[in-house]
């Protein structure tokens, strides 16, 4: 009863403000044209899971053979995540870029955004995803769930299952009007609930409840 949450909250008019050459973006990732382009974005970390989105790999290239992956970050794990992509054989259907400053460019270019974390606080890359209007996939977990409506911004799955995250990234990768649905909603979500605004103005409050306390 002595808390109170404040949400983050970005600047998604930001994201409106970038203009970005998506086919040259993917062309210098690597992709197709035709590809169709799920992304990761974290640092390598038991907690962001990328040894479950590593699993569920061949299980979409089996309905989804276009299907490429684009896993952004760095961290002690990608070694890791590295040698087991190429276990399975699937190494040239991915794509590695280690640390990157453009983030936002590569969230408009790719088609869906991948979490399927252990645990979360509030993600700021489901925000971000939204905010360029992606649909995501993330794990039913505290935090994600917090940003993700199922079904009406992207899809939950629960954590620890790849097959169960690979159906779901089959299905957004499948129908190309689901995916400007679930993202259109999705940044109509960012706009209304998590704006930077909104949180600033929510630690105002708090703040200011603090003061006025005889």
């Known amino acids: 009863d002595r808390s109170l949450v404040v949400c983050n909250g970005i600047d998604w008019q930001s994201f409106d403000a970038l203009t970005v050459d998506i086919r040259q973006v993917r062309a210098r990732l690597g992709f197709d044209p035709s590809d169709v382009v799920v992304g990761h974005i974290a640092k390598f970390d038991i907690q962001k899971a990328q040894d479950d ?27 890791q995540i590295e ?75 629960p954590s620890g299952e790849p097959q169960a995250l690979a159906d779901k990234l089959v299905v957004l990768l499948q129908d190309a009007r689901l995916c400007d649905e679930l993202g259109r909603r999705g940044r109509e979500r960012v706009e209304q609930e998590f704006s930077l605004a909104r949180m600033v103005a929510h630690m105002r409050s708090v703040y200011q409840d603090l003061l006025d306390q005889p």
Do not use: H
């Open 83 to 157: 040698a087991q992509v190429a276990r399975l054989g699937v190494d040239r259907q991915v794509v590695f870029t280690g640390y990157r400053n453009d983030v936002a460019s590569l969230l408009k270019a790719i088609d869906v955004v991948a979490l399927p974390s252990r645990w979360e606080g509030l993600p700021l890359v489901l925000l971000e995803a939204m905010a360029c209007r992606k649909p995501v996939v993330a794990s039913r977990v505290v935090g994600n769930i917090d940003v993700v409506v199922d079904g009406v911004t992207g899809f939950l799955v």
């Open 53 to 79: 989105l590593a699993a569920a790999i061949p299980f979409v290239l089996e309905k989804c053979p276009r299907a490429k992956f684009l896993f952004v970050g760095d961290g002690a794990l990608r070694p």
